[in-house]
């Protein structure tokens, strides 16, 4: 069987502005519309985060109505997470370095606000992302998920502090400078903003663009939007699900599980 290795967060909060916090995770179906798909396909999912810990839920996602406000398609998915045997234990980033990259066929990094919290600046991270960006291994990522891509640069750590202090300063030897991609847009973060405590210390698509990708979002906020560079494809937002998955099992050279629902 063909593995997947799922990269989430170890954080249960992301710190925003003036000292405010808020309770995140992943998102439900940023996470689990791909990963039913990716099981149903048949390939194994190897879940891993920076400690090993059981990722958080974010609270705000634990809603029928990112599902097509299909009660039963919602609770089988979130069923299907939820007894994921890897869940309560992860992979440490530690261990899946130690036991080899070789076997995994591709990459897949859930939305949710918590991957701006650690996976941005995870150096760990960095060296599993060079790997399957070396051997041109699919690597999915979507919404908050493309914060993780941050990691794959020479000192992701002082790009980010720049990022929040507000000073502008270049990626050096990202791998992913001048890919397309797309991500939460500005424009999506800011209408998120208005039900946060405070504002974000900095936006996601600032930042991507700041670091040398050539963005492409959709203007209209919640509209599905995929985007293929090479070994990388990122979605934009949780409408977006549908059609990465889709996208991305194409890409694995999957055959389409029956019944899977699929974007116009």
């Known amino acids: 069987m063909k593995k997947i290795l799922v990269i989430l967060s ?5 710190d925003l502005a003036n000292g405010q916090r808020l309770k995140t995770g992943f998102f439900l179906n940023e ?11 048949g390939f194994q999912l190897v879940l891993a985060n920076p400690r090993g810990n059981r990722p958080a839920m ?10 097509g ?4 398609r919602y609770e089988r998915i979130k069923a299907f997470i939820q007894q994921l045997p890897d869940l ?10 130690t036991e080899g990259l070789d076997g995994y066929a591709g990459l897949f990094v859930p939305g949710g606000h918590a991957p701006m919290a650690d996976l941005l600046v995870d150096a760990q991270l960095g060296q599993i992302l060079r790997h399957f960006h070396k051997h041109s291994k699919p690597t999915a990522m979507i919404c908050h998920g493309q914060a993780a891509a941050l990691s794959a640069q020479f000192d992701p750590i002082g790009f980010v502090a ?22 939460l847009s500005n424009i999506e973060e800011r209408l998120a903003e208005t039900s946060m405590p405070a504002k974000m210390q900095f936006h996601i698509e600032s930042a991507l663009k700041a670091a040398g990708a050539k963005m ?3 203007w209209i906020p919640m509209q599905s939007k995929v985007v293929r560079d090479r070994e990388l494809i990122t979605g934009q937002n949780p409408a977006s699900a549908e059609e990465l998955a889709r996208q991305f099992l194409e890409m694995l050279g999957a055959r389409q599980p029956a019944g899977s629902r699929q974007d116009g």
């Open 10 to 14: 170890s954080a249960d909060h992301l």
């Open 31 to 41: 996470f689990g519309v791909p990963a039913e798909q990716l099981a149903k396909a």
């Open 58 to 67: 974010d609270p705000g996602s634990d809603d029928p109505s990112f599902f």
């Open 69 to 72: 406000k299909d009660q039963q």
């Open 88 to 97: 309560d234990k992860p992979k440490t980033f530690a261990q899946v370095l």
């Open 162 to 183: 720049a990022r929040k202090e507000g000073r502008e300063v270049p990626a050096q030897d990202w791998i992913y400078a001048s890919y397309a991609m797309t991500v």
């Open 216 to 218: 492409d979002v959709a």
